[in-house]
């Protein structure tokens, strides 16, 4: 149930979230929606994965995100010979006190920027597992937690194969969106060429929000409501996922989790209380696409996920009962959306 | 011209050039500019539908309700809603009028009077057949078939008039359907493209019109030329084989002979319908009568005379019927010299006694009756037209009471050489026992009038006849010599026989049939029972006219005149005044028996219970006939408006959904008016897509509706209401949705084009739901049924689990 509190700190949330964005913006400029899925992950408590040919600003959205927040923040670059205890940390044993001592790795820090994730091998890329998911990290037995807010943003290129290792399905798993780039629009490019000729515009980039007000903005993310049709619809997206002829792999549990949750932050950023199926269509794409493994044939056909993904969108029905109110008394006339032509044809 | 105009055109002529047909059956001609109107707006509105690319069905529809209407209008103007739509009423008049018709095509020969009946039979009946003609050579574009109906309109022309309705009209209408054949094939081969002509044009002239239609084409020559040579075989090779009776070019037939053109009547073989009536447990009252006749016990109820001996039977010859004129003619044959008085009789016939035949003293001179009666002069009968029956009626007859003597009648001049050949003419068939039995009893008789006498005295008493009813009729040539060998049976038998053994001895002879004169009953009245019927000869004699006989023993009353040896002003003593009718009545007359069937058509009385069912419903069709015509036209217009009135209905129910101030009820009313918009946009063309949210479903209604400002914000008002109420944890924001609605209807209805807003009220896609309501409480219903089922039979339950494992 909302509060007087809760709704003071979506307030907070929205203007909180617009400030990062616009500074955000100021540097990648031309892709809001881009800008605004990062920002989503960032409250829901995901991983971004940035997919995108080279050049076209994947490094600099994650370092303009990074900066644009006053908060730890740690770059790897992965290449083939990096080794899981350059990411983790490494004990090492010290000679005066005769001890071990942890020595963190780089992902001891609120924002992780892995760049070029994969180009390491997938043993190293393995070492994110644990920490990504359940935000800590267990050397020599010992865990350590990581700070808090805790994000992973990863970038790769889709394009070039040689000596690069996919993710694998448990590793893609783990981010809660992926998102592309895209090459801007001729007058944001002709922009780009003015802003960035002289200095880099991420050296002016000042922090306009603190660890702090992430934290508390994530956790304002958590009151907002999810009404159970909205749940139910999110369950039979991924279900559908499972069952749709052109996959053989459909989304995980996590999946369902990590949509819902990214409904409740894209919720909270447009200054709702609750979360509308909307919320779902707009993400479902960017959370489920990335985990979903199309059959042989559908890439012969060549189908791509994302345009399964924009299938089972059209096919399934979007819940119109089991609202607070709604349920209460029923409507005459039957289900809005009982049985349609559109749904039939598609 | 487009290919389909002319085919339409050609189905048009070829349906008016076969209704020609019908014109020999008819006495005027008049109707069939009729029926071409009727039909031009039938073929026209089907164009109309057509050109508007409307589903076939949806035409057909179309050009039935358009002939209904012009039939209404037609036939039943004055009974109709607003004079165009067939309410009951109209309805009704039409059943009537078919009914009627029905009745005057059994009663009238060829050609028949044109009475409103007949008129709406065949004016009906041509529209019938040219819908059927348009919808399958025009509509459904298969002008083949279109043949069926066309020969299905000249066959019954030509069964009705008696055996071929003439060469020209076959002709006619095979032109016709030739011309619907090419019509169609032109058609075709212009949709195929440009045709070329073949080689056979001028050189340099254009094979063919830039549409493919402008010249005769080669394959269209070919066809005429197939269809005309086919034509010629099939009139042709009829004419050339002996076996087929002279084809269609060997003359008139026998059609064209049978009545002297008119108004004429027929039928009726009382013979068996007698015996019936004659067999009632009950004699049950078919009339009253009063008279001051001076002698009660010779006035016979007269119904009609059987002219016409076909050596087994006696029918009514086929006559031209005339109006009622004020004072009847003077009969026939009776001079001046023979006494003659008047006397005034009021009859009130019972109304279960309904028949076509006015019961007339012989012979009337003046008749005073209401109704739609007509006349023929030949046998003095008045005849009901239009579907006028004796049920009920009262009427004033003066007649005249003709009391020759016995010297008059053998002193009788030759009878007029006409009325002699055609009243004496007996059939070759005829058994020569006959003529034989006829020339030994009469053997020694002076003149007519004694042979006359002898034959009626050998039938009444010497003869050792019997008069039993219960003898089986019999028919053919061969009854009448079982009749006088084996001397049983009653007055149809008596009186057939006497007037053909009076013909074969050259006295002009008929059969009269009616009743004798009934019982009399203390208030002075003189009740008439069904056993009264009863046949009787009437023989003319020259300067008496038809005199009538009675040869039956035990019925009736001998006529003075035929007792030589009492003087005619004597009161006769043979003082048997009403035998059989003294004899019967005692019962109570019961009006639920109907169809006393003397005058009645074989036909009509076949079925005597069904009219007798009906007879308490009043004149014209049965009750339930109607009531049924009106149910099945009611339904037939409203079924096409079931969706419009669901749709008003449904909106009602949502915009009035509720009006309580709970958030529940807040809540209702959001998601109905929802309901209601979705279905509204659906009404004008935007399906409903249920994978869109309200939010993106609002936006797209906006966008292909072609909504702006307040209609718009008003969808997208009543979008974040749901959405509120779907999916907030309290639903908030205070809109009036029944406002919204309207607003965006409102909004949709004027960015729609005309014909879109129509449909949408008058065939709105969304009442589909109806459908699918149905179906799926039908689904319930049948998974609810197959669980009883599984439940009380546990042999059911037991085969399926492995249909479930499976």
Not at chain 2, 12 to 29: C, D, I, K, N, Y
Not at chain 2, 465 to 493: M, N, P, Q, W
């Amino acid at each position: 149930m909302t509060t007087y509190d809760d709704r003071a700190s979506l307030t907070d949330l929205t203007t909180t979230a617009e400030r990062v964005r616009r500074s955000v913006e100021g540097v990648i400029e031309g892709k809001p929606e881009v800008v605004r899925l990062s920002l989503t992950v960032l409250l829901a408590e995901g991983h971004l994965l940035i997919e995108d040919v080279p050049g076209v600003g994947k490094t600099m959205l994650a370092k303009a995100l990074a900066r644009s927040i006053d908060c730890s923040v740690r770059r790897i670059q992965f290449t083939p010979d990096l080794l899981p205890s350059d990411i983790t940390g490494v004990s090492i044993f010290d000679q005066q006190r005769r001890d071990f001592e942890f020595k963190p790795g780089a992902i001891f820090a609120q924002i992780v920027i892995g760049d070029e994730i994969n180009r390491a091998s997938p043993k190293t890329q393995s070492a994110l597992l644990e920490s990504m998911e359940e935000r800590q990290v267990t050397i020599d037995g010992h865990t350590y937690e990581l700070p808090d807010p805790f994000m992973v943003v990863a970038t790769q290129n889709p394009v070039e194969m040689e000596g690069t290792y996919p993710l694998p399905e448990a590793q893609r798993d783990r981010f809660m969106a992926r998102v592309s780039i895209g090459y801007p629009s001729a007058e944001a490019e002709l922009q780009m060429l003015d802003v960035h000729g002289g200095a880099s515009p991420l050296d002016d980039l000042q922090p306009v929000a603190h660890a702090h007000d992430i934290v508390k903005l994530i956790d304002a993310v958590r009151t907002v409501h999810v009404a159970e049709s909205v749940k139910r619809y999110a369950v039979e997206l991924v279900a559908a996922t499972r069952r749709h002829a052109d996959l053989r792999l459909g989304a995980s549990p996590r999946a369902t989790l990590h949509l819902l949750r990214a409904a409740k932050a894209s919720a909270a950023l447009a200054g709702r209380d609750y979360a509308l199926p909307d919320d779902v269509q707009a993400l479902a794409v960017a959370v489920l696409a990335h985990r979903l493994l199309p059959t042989a044939q559908a890439q012969l056909n060549r189908r791509t996920a994302e345009q399964v993904v924009l299938d089972i969108l059209q096919r399934v029905p979007v819940p119109t009962s089991g609202g607070a109110a709604a349920s209460a008394q029923p409507v005459p006339g039957g289900p809005v959306y009982g049985r349609q032509p559109g749904a039939r044809r598609l | 011209m487009s290919g389909r105009t002319r085919l339409a055109l050609c189905a048009f002529a070829a349906t008016m050039m076969t209704a020609g047909a019908l014109l020999p059956l008819v006495e005027t001609s008049t109707w069939l500019l009729r029926a071409a109107f009727l039909l031009a707006v039938q073929s026209g509105v089907g164009a109309l539908a057509r050109r508007m690319r409307l589903a076939r069905i949806l035409t057909v529809s179309l050009q039935t309700l358009a002939t209904l209407l012009t039939l209404t209008v037609a036939f039943a103007r004055e009974h109709a809603l607003f004079g165009v739509l067939p309410g009951p009423q109209a309805v009704q008049r039409l059943a009537v009028l078919l009914t009627t018709g029905a009745d005057d095509v059994g009663r009238y020969a060829i050609p028949a009077p044109a009475t409103d009946g007949i008129l709406l039979m065949l004016i009906g009946g041509v529209l019938l057949v040219g819908l059927a003609v348009d919808v399958l050579a025009v509509t459904f574009r298969a002008a083949a078939a279109a043949g069926l109906p066309l020969l299905a309109l000249y066959s019954v022309a030509a069964g009705l008039s008696d055996g071929g309705a003439g060469w020209l009209w076959f002709v006619l209408a095979g032109c016709g359907y030739l011309l619907l054949l090419l019509a169609e094939g032109r058609d075709r081969l212009s949709r195929w493209g440009r045709v070329f002509g073949g080689a056979s044009r001028a050189p340099g002239g254009p094979a063919a019109g830039p549409d493919g239609s402008g010249h005769a084409l080669a394959p269209v020559r070919t066809g005429r030329r197939i269809g005309v040579v086919a034509l010629g075989i099939a009139l042709a090779v009829p004419a050339a084989l002996p076996a087929l009776d002279g084809g269609l070019l060997g003359g008139t037939g026998p059609g064209q002979g049978g009545g002297s053109g008119g108004g004429t009547i027929s039928a009726v073989n009382p013979l068996v319908s007698l015996q019936n009536n004659l067999n009632q447990p009950e004699n049950r009252e078919v009339m009253t009568y009063r008279t001051n006749s001076a002698s009660p016990e010779g006035f016979y109820l007269r119904i009609l005379a059987l002219d016409q001996f076909s050596g087994g039977e006696w029918r009514p010859s086929t006559r031209r019927l005339r109006d009622v004129p004020d004072r009847l003619p003077q009969p026939a044959g009776l001079g001046p010299d023979v006494a003659v008085t008047e006397i005034r009789t009021n009859i009130s016939a019972s109304r279960s006694y309904r028949q076509t035949y006015l019961p007339l003293p012989y012979p009337a001179s003046e008749v005073d009756v209401r109704g739609r009666w007509r006349y023929e002069p030949e046998g003095r009968t008045l005849v009901g037209d239009d579907g006028q029956t004796t049920g009920g009626a009262r009427y004033e007859v003066s007649s005249l009471a003709v009391e020759p003597t016995a010297a008059q009648l053998a002193a009788s001049a030759a009878s007029p050489p006409d009325l002699a050949r055609e009243y004496t003419r007996v059939p070759p068939s005829l058994p020569d026992v006959v003529e034989k039995t006829a020339a030994q009893v009469t053997e020694g008789a002076a003149d007519d009038y004694e042979r006359a006498v002898k034959l009626q005295d050998w039938f009444t008493t010497e003869g050792g006849f019997r008069y039993d009813t219960t003898v089986t009729s019999g028919t053919g040539t061969a009854a009448i010599e079982r009749f006088l060998k084996e001397r049983e049976g009653f007055c149809v038998h008596f009186s057939f026989a006497m007037a053909a053994m009076a013909r074969t001895l050259g006295i002009p002879a008929r059969v009269a049939v009616g009743f004798t004169p009934g019982t009399a009953q203390a208030d002075g009245s003189v009740s008439v029972g069904l056993r009264d019927a009863h046949a009787w000869p009437e023989l003319y004699f020259e300067g008496v006219g038809w005199t009538r006989f009675e040869p039956t023993p035990s019925r009736g009353s001998t006529p003075a005149y035929t007792l030589p040896d009492v003087p005619s002003q004597d009161p006769g003593d043979p003082a048997l005044p009403t035998d059989g009718a003294s004899a019967a009545p005692t019962a109570a007359p019961s009006a639920s028996e109907s169809c006393p069937a003397q005058g009645r058509q074989p036909g009509e009385c076949g079925a005597s219970t069904a009219p007798g069912v009906a007879d308490s419903a009043g004149p014209g069709t049965p009750a339930g006939t109607v009531v049924l015509w009106v149910l099945g036209s009611l339904v037939v217009l409203t079924l096409p408006l079931v969706p419009m009135f669901w749709r008003m209905r449904a909106r009602a129910r949502r915009l009035g959904s509720s009006k309580g101030r709970t958030a529940a009820d807040a809540a209702a009313r959001v998601m109905a008016a929802w309901r209601e918009i979705t279905d509204t946009a659906w009404d004008h063309g935007i399906a409903p897509d249920d994978s869109q949210t309200p939010r993106r479903a609002a936006a797209r209604v906006v966008r292909l509706g072609g909504l702006e400002g307040p209609a718009a914000a008003a969808v997208h008002r009543v979008a974040g209401a749901v959405e509120q109420v779907l999916y907030a944890p309290e639903p908030g924001g205070a809109v009036a949705p029944a406002e919204d609605v309207r607003e965006v209807r409102e909004g949709l209805r004027s960015s729609a084009g005309r014909w879109d807003r129509l449909r949408a009220t008058l065939a709105p896609r969304s009442a589909v739901r109806v459908i699918w309501a149905v179906s799926e409480r039908l689904a319930e219903l049948g998974s609810r049924w197959s669980r009883v089922v599984g439940r009380v039979r546990p042999a059911g339950r037991l085969r399926r689990p492995s249909r479930q494992r499976g």
